[in-house]
Structures are given as structure tokens and as C-alpha cells.
């Protein structure tokens, strides 16, 4: 199980996990994320199941995001939608990270800038 301490200190110590993520939107999760432990709780049950009793080395992190806004009652604290879209790369990234056995389990890609995506 991860802990608030766990992901204050990936930010604090290890900060080029999230390394192509928005400024914007890391600043709007690390408001999130204390507040929404039991999220990220459910994205690692379901990982773990996919990773003992799955039949690929590789998922996206979407999946489980759509695997729980289908059948589970998990939803954030505070909104009227059950899970927020943009939070998904940060809770895939801080699972391989505080779990060995899920390294390389999702991909994982940065988001373009603006200017990118008009060039």
C-alpha cells in the first residue's frame, strides 16, 4: 500500500518521474492526490490483479481507470465525476516506482507542449 510520505518523496527526491508531465496539471494533482489515497489504493489492487492473473507483461493504466469507473464505487473526493482523466500518468508512473515487479508495466509517454502540438 502507498502512503502520502511515499509520494511526497518521490516528488521531493526523485522528481524526474513525472519528467514530461504539464507543470500545471503536476501542481493540480499534488493538490489532489492527499485527499484521494483510496484512488490510487484501487489503481494498485487492480494492477496487482492484473499483474499475478494477467495474461500480458504490459497494460495501459487506462484500462484500469476504465475497469474502475465501470464497476466500483471509487471517486474522488469532492467532484461530481468518479475519475479524473488527467491524474492517470502520475498514478501509473508512482506505481512502477514504488513497485519493482510492475517496472515497465505501463507506458509511459510525456505530453506535448502547445507550441508542439501547432508545429
Known amino acids: 500500500m502507498i502512503h502520502i510520505d511515499d509520494i511526497e518523496r ?3 527526491e526523485y522528481p524526474e518521474t513525472f519528467d514530461g508531465l504539464k507543470e500545471g496539471v503536476i501542481e ?6 492527499p485527499s484521494n489515497m483510496h ?5 494498485e489492487k ?18 484500469i481507470r476504465e475497469k474502475l469507473r ?17 491524474f492517470s500518468p502520475f498514478i501509473a508512473r508512482i506505481l512502477m516506482f514504488m513497485n519493482s515487479d ?7 509517454r510525456r505530453e506535448l507542449e502547445t507550441e508542439e ?3
Do not use: C, H, P
Open 102 to 108: 510492475m517496472d515497465g508495466m505501463f507506458s509511459t
Open 10 to 12: 518521490i516528488f521531493n
Open 28 to 33: 493540480k494533482f499534488r493538490d489532489w492526490y
Open 117 to 119: 502540438l501547432t508545429a
Open 46 to 63: 487492480e494492477a496487482f490483479y492484473l499483474l499475478t492473473r494477467g495474461r500480458r507483461e504490459r497494460y495501459s493504466i487506462y484500462t
Open 39 to 43: 484512488v490510487i489504493d484501487a489503481f
Open 70 to 86: 465501470w464497476d466500483s464505487l471509487v471517486s474522488e473526493s469532492g467532484q461530481d465525476y468518479k475519475l479524473n482523466n488527467n
